[in-house]
């Protein structure tokens, strides 16, 4: 069973950046899809942002030319670059992968003034 550790959030204001990471142990990080989620309080999960093994992407609606995934596969890592962050992308993210539906334990993400 993989085991997938966020990093990176925090407290921003309006308008500021944030990094997310995602380590993942194990063997083959590259072969497998990854996602990024996110879930806000008393709303359901949501997908944000996914990459193919081959390095292919494509983002909710919310997101798009905002926030940025991206892997280091030599470092078995995720990455979410978020820009121009507002209020209503407050939540818990998570890291996810597809294969043996596996989830991060979370990083919690909150922009406010």
């Known amino acids: 069973q993989v085991q997938l550790v966020e990093s990176g959030g925090g407290l921003v204001q309006p308008g500021g950046s944030l990094r997310l990471s995602c380590v993942a142990s194990?063997?083959?990080?590259?072969?497998?899809?990854m996602a990024w989620y996110r879930q806000a309080p008393g709303k359901q999960r949501e997908l944000v942002a996914s990459?193919?093994?081959?390095?292919?992407?494509k983002y909710a609606d919310s997101v798009k030319g905002r926030f940025t995934i991206s892997r280091d596969n030599a470092k078995n890592t995720l990455y979410l670059q978020m820009n121009s962050l507002k209020p209503e992308d407050t939540a818990v993210y998570y890291c996810?992968?597809?294969?043996?539906?596996?989830w991060g334990q979370g990083t919690q993400v909150t922009v406010s003034s």
């Open positions: 990459i193919s093994s081959g390095g292919n992407t």
């Open positions: 996810y992968r597809n294969f043996g539906d596996s």
């Open positions: 194990g063997s083959f990080f590259s072969i497998y899809a």
